[in-house]
């Protein structure tokens, strides 16, 4: 199972953290990762983790304003998300799941095809 909790609204220019709380399997994936979803498109990959490496991968239009971390003795990810824009606003999903392929292309963490997990999301509006 998967939590998410930290979405709100915030104006532009703010900052944001959300988090997922994992049981220890699900913690044990080897991808983790942050989605986002506005209503009529297709869910998007903002933000991945290659766990077994600790590799990360992002989103073109988030890089240098999210981040993500893994806090293992928690089983907790994050998202920090910083100089939030109103392009932004979505609900963010996290995900985990175990993809073969991300041994050899880690990337493949953010392509949210590859994941069966799901939290149940949490709304960021940025206005």
């Known amino acids: 199972q998967l939590v998410e909790s930290g979405g709100g609204s915030v104006q532009a220019g703010g900052s944001l953290r959300l988090s997922c709380a994992t049981s220890?399997?699900?913690?044990?994936?080897?991808?983790m990762g942050w989605f986002r979803q506005v209503p009529g498109k297709g869910r998007e990959g903002v933000a991945a983790i290659y766990t077994a490496g600790g590799s990360t991968y992002y989103a073109d239009p988030v890089k240098g304003r999210f981040a993500i971390a893994q806090d293992s003795a928690k089983n907790t990810l994050y998202l920090q998300m910083n100089r939030l824009k109103p392009e932004d606003t979505a609900t963010y999903y996290c995900?985990?799941?175990?993809?073969?392929?991300?041994?050899?292309?880690?990337?493949?963490?953010?392509?949210?095809?590859?994941?069966?997990?799901w939290g149940q999301g949490t709304q960021v509006t940025v206005s």
């Open positions: 220890g399997a699900i913690y044990s994936s080897n991808c």
């Open positions: 995900a985990s799941d175990t993809v073969p392929l991300a041994a050899t292309y880690g990337g493949v963490c953010l392509d949210p095809r590859e994941y069966k997990r």
